[in-house]
């Protein structure tokens, strides 16, 4: 019974029919590399940024140039090395927030899916409950109440997309616990716990990639809004959504470049993720139907 859990289809063919030739796959790629300059610009930040994001290095409303490749803000700090280095901020946000929720809403889902009764009931109904909230508005009124903080914001993101972790995973263990080699492995005696662990999560892996990334790109546009609203960071940390709404004002007045460079960053990133899970889920499917 040890290798029950091959009946699902391994991750690692998974990639290697993304890189193939293949619907999804001209998404999947672009998605990834938009993805992995993001990531290498925030790893890389104290190496390739011209200046402190924090210092006022030159007069204000700069239109971009050589010297300052995107300009400088309204109070003459440079905003190419602010989008540098907010790039490290909301990485963080987002990656700790879908963590979070992950390691909440997957056991909750795999628990309620597999056992059922009252505890399945119980649960389903407070998921239910938070999911019909509208996520934005949620997490601006848990950001309020911690504060405002990187880490603050992360939590009430996670608190926000537990119920599609544990929707999804509930659904697709309700399916995986119906197949005859789960009966098989009950007949055989073999502990509920180790039924969910060993022969139903690995299962559960394409649908949890799947919603990671789709999550991570939603948990994106929710960090830059409660930045935008001042419930993320303080300044003058650099922040994409702060800087956003900090240079607003001005675009009235032509001074595009103060909302162009961060909103068209948190559009990027977004992007690159939602691609991503797009082209997975377009490959789960196709193989489905094989």
């Known amino acids: 019974m040890e290798n029950l859990s091959l009946f699902s289809r391994p991750l690692k063919p998974l990639f290697k029919q993304v890189f193939e030739k293949a619907p999804g796959r001209l998404m999947f790629l672009t998605g990834l590399l938009i993805v992995l300059v993001f990531v290498a610009m925030a790893i890389l930040a104290p190496l390739i940024s011209p200046y402190d994001p924090t210092d006022i290095v030159d007069d204000p409303f700069l239109p971009p140039s050589p010297k300052h490749l995107m300009g ?27 963590v979070l929720s992950m390691a909440m809403g997957i056991p909750l889902g795999l628990l309620s899916g597999y056992i059922g009764g009252k505890l399945d009931r119980a649960l389903s109904m407070v998921m239910d409950s938070m999911y019909s909230f509208p996520a934005l508005i949620l997490a601006i009124a848990i950001a309020a109440v911690l504060g405002p ?13 537990v119920p599609t972790y544990f929707r999804m995973i509930r ?93 068209i960053s948190v559009m990027l990133l977004a992007m690159g993720f939602a691609l991503i899970g797009e082209a997975l889920s377009e490959r789960i499917s196709l193989a489905q139907t094989r």
Not at 81 to 88: A, F, K, L, T, V
């Open 149 to 161: 903080s990187p880490t603050n914001t992360a939590i009430a993101i996670a608190f926000v997309y």
């Open 72 to 98: 400088t803000n309204r109070i003459g700090q440079d905003i190419f090395s602010r989008i540098i280095w907010g790039s490290r901020i909301i990485l963080y946000v987002v990656f700790l927030a879908t």
């Open 171 to 263: 659904g697709q263990t309700l399916s995986i616990k119906a197949q005859l080699y789960i009966d098989a492995a009950r007949a055989l005696g073999i502990p509920n716990g180790r039924i969910m662990v060993k022969h139903i999560l690995p299962n559960l892996g394409h649908t949890i990639l799947v919603v990671f990334t789709l999550s991570v790109a939603d948990a994106i546009l929710t960090e830059a809004g409660l930045s935008y609203i001042g419930l993320s960071v303080t300044p003058p940390t650099p922040d994409w959504g702060y800087d956003l709404r900090a240079g607003q004002p001005f675009l009235i007045d032509g001074m595009w470049w103060l909302v162009f460079f961060p909103g």
